[in-house]
T-cell receptor, first 113, second 114 residues
């Protein structure tokens, strides 16, 4: 149990376009989900907390208008990178808690050309 | 604010040898502690966790970790490593129940030599 999926696993897009990444909890419900960003050979940086039925909570320094988060249901959160630029290229990982334990998705590799 | 320190950026171990990865945390209350493993290009897999009770916790893949409050440590151990254990290992501390944010250490990259 406690499986989290992400889609797509990788995406390549042109600069200026928007990209949507989905995060799903497959066998449990989650009122909150978390979005992380990871640069090569670095740790995970928490970007925002996705809250079902309400606005996301963003960490300091994360642009709300650049990284749109929608938590449409108890099993789905989406991250949309708007007007993507090459510096947005990264590995994006989501997680969902079951009790105090976070379960992570497999990640999405975003490359912006 | 809570913080996690993993002093070793990179560790190389021979296959079959024992392993210990260090983790120190800073947190005002009793922490929730986790070890995750990440293979290249993959998400994070939970190895083990500590919430309370027995300070020696067993995890998957033959890993164990010991919570030592006096040393603010939660070191990960394995008696005999396998080539498939090569990966990045992250220690994390969680906040109190109801706010499941995790703070991660910087990670330790484990290389296994034949």
């Amino acid at each position: 149990g406690a499986v989290v999926s992400q889609h797509p696993s990788w995406v390549i897009c042109k600069s200026g376009t928007s990209v949507k990444i989905e995060c799903r909890s497959l066998d449990f419900q989650a009122t909150t989900m978390f979005w992380y960003r990871q640069f090569p050979k670095q740790s995970l940086m928490l970007m925002a907390t996705s809250n079902e039925g309400s606005k996301a909570t963003y960490e300091q320094g994360v642009e709300k208008d650049k990284f749109l988060i929608n938590h449409a249901s108890l099993t789905l959160s989406t991250l949309t990178v708007t007007s993507a630029h090459p510096e947005d290229s990264s590995f994006y990982i989501c997680s969902a808690p079951l009790g105090p334990t976070q379960y992570f998705g497999p990640g999405t590799r975003l490359t912006v050309l | 604010a809570q913080s996690v320190t993993q002093p070793d950026i990179h560790i190389t171990v021979s296959e079959g040898a024992s392993l210990e990865l260090r983790c120190n945390y800073s947190y005002g209350a009793t922490p929730y502690l986790f070890w995750y493993v990440q293979s290249p290009g993959q998400g994070l897999q939970l190895l083990l966790k500590y919430f309370s009770g027995d300070t020696l916790v067993q995890g998957i893949k033959g890993f164990e970790a010991e919570f030592k409050r006096s040393q603010s440590s939660f070191n990960l151990r394995k008696p005999s490593v396998h080539w498939s254990d090569a990966a990045e290992y992250f220690c994390a501390v969680g906040e109190n129940f109801g706010n499941e944010k995790l703070t991660f250490g910087t990670g330790t990259r484990l290389t296994i030599i034949p």
